[in-house]
């Protein structure tokens, strides 16, 4: 038996159970981990909450994302043995001690990247990967802007697309997260919560506005993000922080100035087992360069998972989260 966090039923926070449960041998393909760190991301607030439906039912082990080490291999697997050091996105299932997980989804860790920086950043830095580098690319001059950038997403985003040049401009829920979102490569931070943010856009790109918006906020920061894209730019709109965006007629977009808009998701960019190794290739890469840093600001005992969770969704959180089991 091993520690785990269980969702019973659909709710908030306190629907997260702290308990023993079993886990069988691998499976054919699969791999056991004994996970060293496991990350809180966003996502799971959904699965647990009943936004997202849990592919196997309830009850579910919650989580998506975590790091440790390979302790058991089932039939057919021949890309890892015991003792190797892996990550992994996949979910529901990571708020455990242990779990099997299909080899064909984890990564080998590089030396430099160590548990905690892994369990922090396979979700969200990968997620970054395909947002400034796939979804669109971001260059040099581009003005940028990032909802929620002192978040566990944001504070990688901003850093990554300061890197590649671009004006990165940042809203953020306080002035502290303003400070560590500017020390963190965001060049211009709005308190959005005080401050109407498509008039200081305009007033920071002089009226130019942004090549691309990142919003992972969803409703209450929609539609007013596509009145800060430029014409024919990219509204990218990755996550439902506030709720999910309703229903909108597509002629927005011709008036707004014929934008492009999309909701991306890294189990869509990530299907492929190539695609997943080039995306965590180039987050090892650049975190091993030094030019990103994964501020981890929140360390928690697997057993207050419930704990992580009501900071998180009550906006307490920056940077990421992660469990310790
Ligand atoms: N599509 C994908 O592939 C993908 C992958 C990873 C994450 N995501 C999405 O990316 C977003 C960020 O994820 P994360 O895990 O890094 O979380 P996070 O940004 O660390 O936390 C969410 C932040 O959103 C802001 N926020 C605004 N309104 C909010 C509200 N009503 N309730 C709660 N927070 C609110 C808060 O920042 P302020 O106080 O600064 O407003 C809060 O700190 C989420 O929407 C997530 O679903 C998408």
Redesign the pocket.
């Known amino acids: 038996m091993v520690a785990a966090v269980r969702v019973h039923k659909f709710g908030g926070p306190e629907v997260l159970t702290y308990e023993d449960i079993a886990v069988p041998p691998p499976a054919a393909g699969e791999i056991r981990v004994k996970q060293h760190a496991i990350g809180?991301?966003?996502?799971?607030t959904?699965f647990r909450s009943g936004l997202y439906t849990p592919p196997g039912g309830l009850p579910f082990v919650a989580g998506n994302e975590a790091a440790g080490e390979v302790v058991d291999v089932g039939p057919g697997v021949t890309e890892f043995r015991r003792g190797d050091r892996v990550a992994y996105v996949q979910g529901p299932g990571c708020y455990s001690q242990e779990r099997n997980v299909p080899a064909d989804r984890a990564v080998k860790l590089p030396d430099n990247i160590s548990y905690e920086q892994a369990a922090a950043m396979m979700?969200?830095g990968?997620?970054v990967e395909?947002?400034v580098r796939r979804t669109f690319k971001v260059e040099k001059g581009m003005n940028v802007l990032m909802?929620?950038?002192?978040?566990?997403?944001?504070l990688?985003l901003c850093q990554w697309a300061s890197h590649l040049g671009a004006n990165v401009i940042g809203?953020?829920?306080?002035k502290e997260?303003a400070d560590l979102a500017r020390a963190n490569g965001c060049h211009h931070t709005i308190l959005?919560?005080d401050a109407d943010f498509v008039g200081r856009v305009k007033e920071i790109t002089g009226g130019a506005l942004c090549d691309v918006v990142y919003d992972?906020?969803?409703?209450?920061?929609f539609p007013a993000s596509l009145d800060c894209i430029r014409p024919l730019g990219m509204f990218v709109s990755?996550?439902?922080?506030?709720?999910p965006i309703e229903a909108f007629n597509i002629n927005l977009l011709q008036f707004k100035g014929s934008l492009f808009a999309t909701?991306?998701?890294?189990?869509?960019?990530a299907a492929k087992r190539g695609d997943l190794l080039s995306i965590a290739g180039e987050l090892f890469a650049i975190v091993g360069s030094g030019a990103v840093k994964i501020p981890i600001n929140q360390r928690y005992a697997l057993r207050d998972a419930a704990k992580a969770h009501r900071e998180?969704?009550?906006?307490?959180?920056?940077?990421?989260?992660i469990l310790l089991p």
């Open positions: 809180v991301n966003f996502v799971d959904y979700l969200k990968m997620t395909y947002l909802h929620a950038a002192a978040g566990g997403v944001g990688i809203t953020v829920g306080s997260k959005y919560r992972g906020i969803g409703k209450a920061t990755f996550g439902s922080a506030s709720g909701r991306p998701t890294l189990n869509t960019y998180l969704e009550s906006r307490a959180t920056t940077g990421s989260s």
